[in-house]
């Protein structure tokens, strides 16, 4: 049996942010699900205060030490939780994870590199020495680093096998030299590993150390290759490019279920579409919209972050909602100068147009279920999970070709009666052709033969996390 370790800062249903937690919340369960009793998956992540009191009633504590961190002696606790067949682990320290938030505070680095030593630590302490370490991000590439300059000699963790996942390369973890020792612990020995571009870079050392490094789609290992994609990381992923690969996500068919979904006002199949256009219906009634069931209503669930696309949206909005009888939905936060773009296009279309600015994860899928059209026209997108959601919810998709979008949906077409394809789709980072995109799907969605017909192949395009948890149960197998 194959004992596999996944390292991560984020997984559902506990504690998550955005889709590194999605994955986090699913994969696990897929590969174990795949691999049967030739595997046994386990997943560390830090336990935060914002874990709720229903999970923390179901942990036990299995040990608890004190974690070396250079200087810092720390008291680690490591609870245990056992959901569907996965042993999840949380490393425990008030002083580091009762904060409000995830992160994005001062001392994310030190935060980051303590859960990496405990977990790492932790090994030793309960006697589970996996065959796989699979780090995730940023946040766990120290347990990589740490596990090669540190453990190595010691019994039982000499062959362990690594792989680091990129689920975007735009977040590195860089951090100036001169806590090198006093936060990270590294000596000047490993300072080549960590090294790039006159600062250490947590990501760069992952790579370096990996015995195999994947990321999230098949374009989008292509693409940060690439100066245009990689954030300045393309020369290190040229050079392992041999142990790079990209695997396409998945979403979680459970919880992610238009014909059983509790948080949706009517459930709904591809075979009884009627029902889905109730969700439309409750949703304008919610957001105090005007109840029009015959006009499309298009969303935008997004961070509301410049890789988005969301210029492209600023750029051609107003005019489509000037000139089309349509219904935009915006939900999602982030940078200050979108979100008051949203507010203020909601003040001049107040019947049309609604900017809900929060995050907030059962209201998002009201509005998957609601919506006809979905946009996400990324500039990058290493995946992305909301264009298969929105699938799934019967949403039709207009993307940007670019990493997993790329991978996920292709454009429309018909040549005899014969539909192909499962969205609309365009190339160039330009707001034309998104204006085009979204033209077309508005039009297409207008003539209700073709429209049923579109979104019935779209709810039936498979999302799910069957063919990759294979791809990821084979790599890991490989090593
Ligand atoms: C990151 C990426 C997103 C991807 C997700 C899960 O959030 O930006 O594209 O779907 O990770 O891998």
Redesign the pocket.
């Known amino acids: 049996m194959k004992k596999i370790l996944l390292i991560g800062a984020e997984a559902m249903p506990f504690a998550a942010t955005?889709?590194?937690g999605?994955?986090l919340g699913s994969l696990p369960l897929a590969v174990s699900k795949a691999g049967g009793d030739e595997v046994d998956v386990r997943v560390v992540l830090p336990l935060y205060s914002a874990i709720s009191q229903e999970w923390r009633d179901q942990m036990t504590l299995e040990i608890a030490y004190e974690v070396a961190l250079s200087w810092r002696r720390q008291y680690c606790g490591v609870y245990r939780l056992c959901k569907d067949g996965v042993i999840y682990y949380f490393i425990d320290n008030e002083y580091y994870y009762k904060r409000d938030t995830l992160y994005g505070c001062f001392d994310d680095g030190e935060r980051f590199a303590f859960f990496c030593k405990a977990a790492i630590d932790m090994l030793g302490m309960i006697g589970f020495y996996p065959d796989v370490i699979h780090a995730h991000?940023w946040q766990a590439a120290l347990s990589l680093i740490y596990l090669d300059r540190k453990y190595r000699q010691s019994e039982g963790y000499a062959h362990i096998k690594t792989i680091f996942?990129i689920?975007?390369i735009?977040y590195q973890g860089k951090y100036d030299f001169w806590i090198l020792g006093d936060v990270f612990e590294l000596i000047e020995n490993d300072r080549s590993i960590v090294e790039y571009d006159g600062c250490i870079n947590l990501m760069k050392g992952a790579i370096v150390s990996a015995n195999l490094v994947s990321t999230?789609?098949p374009r989008?290992a292509e693409e940060i290759c690439t100066a245009e994609y990689a954030h300045g990381l393309h020369p290190i992923l040229t050079e392992n490019q041999e142990k790079l690969c990209g695997i396409l996500?998945g979403i979680d068919y459970e919880y992610y279920n238009p014909t059983q979904d509790p948080c949706i006002a009517k459930n709904f199949t591809w075979q009884n579409l009627d029902e889905k256009s109730e969700n439309k219906i409750a949703l304008q009634k919610e957001v105090g919209l005007h109840v029009r069931p015959d006009i499309p209503m298009i969303s935008v669930i997004s961070r509301l972050a410049s890789?988005k696309g969301l210029d492209l949206v600023s750029e051609i909005v107003y005019n489509v909602m000037k000139d089309q009888d349509v219904q935009l939905v915006v939900l999602g936060k982030g940078e200050s100068r979108y979100e008051s773009f949203f507010m203020g296009l909601q003040e001049t279309f107040p019947d049309k147009v609604r900017a809900l600015i929060t995050y907030d994860r059962d209201l998002s899928k009201r509005i998957y279920a609601a919506s006809d059209i979905f946009l996400m026209p990324?500039k990058?997108?290493?995946?992305?999970?909301?264009q298969m959601i929105a699938s799934r919810y019967g949403a039709i998709p207009v993307t940007r070709e670019t990493?997993?979008l790329y991978d996920s949906i292709k454009p429309y077409w018909e040549e005899n009666g014969e539909i192909h394809g499962n969205g609309f789709t365009f190339v160039n980072y330009r707001s034309e052709e998104l204006r085009e995109g979204m033209l077309a799907a508005i039009e297409l969605w207008r003539t209700e033969e073709k429209r049923i017909s579109l979104i019935k192949r779209i709810m039936q395009t498979d999302f799910s996390w069957n063919a990759s948890a294979i791809q990821y149960l084979r790599m890991y197998l490989s090593l």
């Open positions: 955005g889709g590194l999605d994955v991000d996942t689920h975007n735009e999230v789609s989008y996500n890789h990324s990058s997108e290493p995946c992305g999970l909301s990493g997993g």
